[in-house]
Each structure stands twice: as C-alpha cells, then as structure tokens.
C-alpha cells in the first residue's frame, strides 16, 4: 500500500467501515510508515472530538483548517472526480 492509497481509506478507516482485509493493510502500512501513523492518530482524534461534540458534523470553519491540513497531502494523486 503507497501513503496515497492510505488517504483515500483514511475517512472509512477511523469510521470503522473498512472490511478486516482492509483494516490489516493500514495497519501494517502505519507501522512502517511514521508519517501515516501521525496522520492517523491525529485524523481519528479530531474524529472523536468531533463526535464529542454537541452539534452533529463539523463546523465549516473547523472543517476548513482540517481539509487544509489533509489536501496538500493529497496533491498529485487524485482520484478522478
Ligand atoms: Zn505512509
């Protein structure tokens, strides 16, 4: 699994809706890779508080410093659409 295919199954993976088979390959790809393994910690965090929440989804501006953060590691590879 390359860090690109990792992002793509990040939002499924802290969700919880990934099949095992899928779960085991992150894994693995964050135990050898530091990069995705902060990428994750932090992801499934703000996830959490963002449940913890009061008020369902995020606040736009809250979602708008997260997708900042997220998109640049995303350039490049897009999946089409
Ligand atoms: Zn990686």
Redesign the pocket.
């Known amino acids: 699994m390359t ?1 690109e295919e ?1 992002y793509q199954l990040l939002h499924d993976y802290v969700g919880g809706a990934l099949v095992v088979e899928s779960r085991t390959t992150v894994e693995v ?1 964050i135990n050898g ?1 530091d ?2 393994g902060v990428l994750v910690h932090s992801y499934s965090h703000t996830v959490r508080v963002a449940r913890a929440l009061p008020k369902c989804g995020l606040p736009p501006a809250f979602e708008a410093r997260l997708r900042a953060v997220i998109e640049p590691e995303l350039k490049g590879d897009k999946p089409a659409g």
């Open positions: 860090c990792l790809h890779c990069h995705c």
